[in-house]
């Protein structure tokens, strides 16, 4: 991923002559400078053939607005501009006139106007004409004999697109790094003032401005390139580039040399293979992240990674079953307007990965955001990644982050997230996921809502098998039913198997199950609504203060709704429900070491229960996960 970044100072300007001497003790008399700048500055035309990349001409004249500012050494609020003659335009040579201030020496600057260098414009692909030429020099005695020491650069970045036709459409590029090089930022944007491509090569030649003075890049610097072109087809285009040790170095002309002819498969160098991590394919745009599926392989994981934010507006779901496993870095970017779920099929790793205003809408079975199922033979870990401000309406089986997790060996979740409204209108709806088969949950949250056309339903899983642990979760979800009679539903979980075995720890749910329409008809809990005869699960410091609808109060449960199960324990829990019970029905949980009721506050009974202080925080008066 190595491209190299030329930087170049500009050369030494020389003042030729003086036509008075410049300090007069008596009098300061008017003052005339002629100075030459030297080739090799800015100004710079290079010629539009990509393979050279190198400039074969340079076009450095002196341009309306150059002043020379003269300084008092000691004193900087005293100082007087030299004015270019109007003649000197457009020269090599140029004349100012001015005068001086009283100093016995002076601070000599080549100025013209405000540099925006975060924000820079010019004419059209490959004009110069708007580029600012700036220098300095210290502690000069005599105004005959200038020696410029610090110089401006000038940033050129010589960039191949696509095609002519999408150079043709290109209005800006912005470009941002990884450490603050412009000037105290790290943000630099070039505009055209007039779009299109000049030579209809389909080459670009941007150019900015550079701060006075030497600048070092630190090891590792990164550049990531968008090519905007706002309300076309091909709206972005990304790269991104490290740049190697050394890339800046004073007295150089600074260009950055953009291949961008593959950037609609990934935003990386060549060496990017998505062999390994360090190697991942790099995605920053729309139509990249389209490629994703075409880079997968049957014969080994290939490794991605986000290098910005991206909206779509259409979306092909990922299917890791057909094209080969995933492992994919988030890089803390988020994705915008999934239309339909991230994967159809997931295999593989995926963290660091925000999605939001994703709508996803099926008549069929299993849909979520991030995927819509794990087959039994894959893999599945995910580590932060989170939804938000999303919905999915489906069949069963449907959740807010995966429909249905099918995984012979235990996939692992972590610091998840899911704010959904999920409506389902099959068995087996979760705001979190609809079917979990031998899953491990840690600190993960559902946080949306949950509609539901069918039996169980829940805030964070709809139906258990396997092995399951819930540690550190919590659902705040109202579960509203859509139809009458709906039966066994849960605040956290819904339904364990027979061959189920469940684990709940740390955890806690709030929200309303049923409304004044449609209550529910039996068997609802707070934490787990209807295990099956055979499974077991225990159950151990978790509260809820879950509000349950009932059209039959007597068969709910506060933390069991209809308990199948002979194997079910329960310790340290806190039952702030509307049902003043253990279980609606079956076989009896132990109230001993547990709490119902509605007198004092939650984080006081579970402070007496002995919850860890290590895990909740129970200072206020409902206990929060640290």
């Known amino acids: 991923m190595k491209k190299n970044l030329i930087f170049a ?305 259409s979306w092909s779901s990922i299917d890791c079953n057909a094209k080969g496993a995933i492992v994919l870095d988030g890089n803390n970017k988020t994705i915008s307007g999934l239309k339909a779920p991230l994967f159809s099929f997931l295999d593989g790793e995926v963290s660091n990965l925000n999605i939001t205003n994703a709508e996803v809408s099926s008549t069929g079975n299993y849909y979520g955001v991030l995927a819509r199922a794990v087959e039994s033979d894959k893999q599945c870990v995910l580590t932060n990644v989170s939804v938000t401000n999303s919905t999915v309406t489906a069949g069963g089986s449907s959740g807010g982050l995966i429909g249905r997790i099918s995984a012979t060996e235990t996939c692992t979740l972590t610091n998840c997230s899911a704010e959904v409204d999920v409506t389902g209108t099959g068995y087996y709806t979760g705001g979190f996921v609809g079917v979990a088969n031998n899953v491990s949950f840690i600190h993960c949250a559902a946080t949306g809502k949950v509609n539901s056309g069918a039996h169980y339903a829940a805030g964070f899983i709809g139906h258990a098998t396997g092995v399951i642990l819930v540690d550190r979760c919590y659902s705040t979800c109202d579960i509203a039913l859509t139809v009458t009679n709906m039966a066994n539903h849960g605040g956290l979980i819904a339904c364990v198997s027979a061959t189920g075995d469940l684990t709940i720890r740390n955890s806690y749910s709030t929200g309303q199950i049923g409304t004044d329409t449609y209550k529910t008809r039996r068997w609802c809990s707070g934490i787990l609504g209807s295990p099956a005869a055979g499974s077991k699960a225990t159950i151990t410091n978790c509260y809820s203060t879950c509000t349950i609808v009932s059209a039959n109060p007597n068969l709910e449960g506060a933390i069991v709704g209809n308990n199948s199960s002979t194997d079910i324990t329960c310790s340290g829990f806190v039952g702030w429900t509307t049902i003043t019970k253990m279980a609606g029905n079956g076989n009896a949980v132990p109230t001993n070491g547990n709490y119902l009721g509605t007198e004092g506050t939650i984080s006081a009974h579970a402070a007496t229960l002995g919850w860890d202080t290590n895990v909740w925080d129970l200072t206020g008066d409902v206990p929060t996960l640290k």
């Open 9 to 313: 100072a500009f050369a030494a300007v020389s003042v030729l002559s003086c036509s008075k001497e410049v300090y007069i003790p008596a009098e300061v008399a008017p003052v005339t400078i002629q100075a030459s700048i030297a080739d090799l500055a800015t100004k710079v035309s290079f010629d539009p053939t990509y393979e050279s990349l190198k400039p074969t001409s340079m076009a450095l004249t002196w341009a309306d607005g150059d002043q020379l500012r003269v300084y008092n050494h000691a004193d900087h609020t005293q100082y007087s501009d030299f004015t270019l003659a109007a003649g000197s335009i457009g020269q090599k040579t140029g004349v100012f006139t001015g005068t001086p201030v009283t100093a016995t020496s002076y601070d000599v600057e080549i100025i013209n106007g405000a540099v925006a260098y975060g924000t820079q414009t010019q004419p059209s692909d490959g004009v110069t004409s708007g580029l600012k030429y700036l220098a300095s020099a210290g502690d000069v005695a005599d105004l005959a004999t200038i020696v410029f020491d610090s110089y401006s650069s000038v940033l050129a970045i010589t960039a191949k697109m696509p095609s002519t036709e999408v150079a043709a459409v290109i209005k800006s590029v912005d470009v941002t790094a990884n450490a603050d090089i412009f000037n105290g930022g790290n943000t630099l944007s070039i505009t055209f003032d007039t779009v299109g491509d000049a030579d209809a090569d389909g080459v670009l030649h941007f150019f900015a401005t550079l701060p006075v003075g030497a600048t070092a890049l630190p090891n590792g610097t990164s550049l990531l390139l968008q090519f905007n072109a706002p309300g076309e087809s091909h709206d972005v285009y990304t790269r991104y580039i490290e740049l190697p040790v050394g890339s800046f170095t004073a007295g150089k002309l600074n260009t950055i040399n953009v291949n961008a002819t593959q950037s609609a498969r990934h935003a990386g160098a060549p060496t990017c293979d998505g062999t390994t991590s360090a190697n991942a394919y790099l995605i920053g745009d729309k139509y990249q992240m389209a490629e994703i599926s075409n880079l997968l392989s049957t014969a080994s994981k290939k490794y991605f990674k986000f290098v910005d934010d991206i909206t779509v507006t």
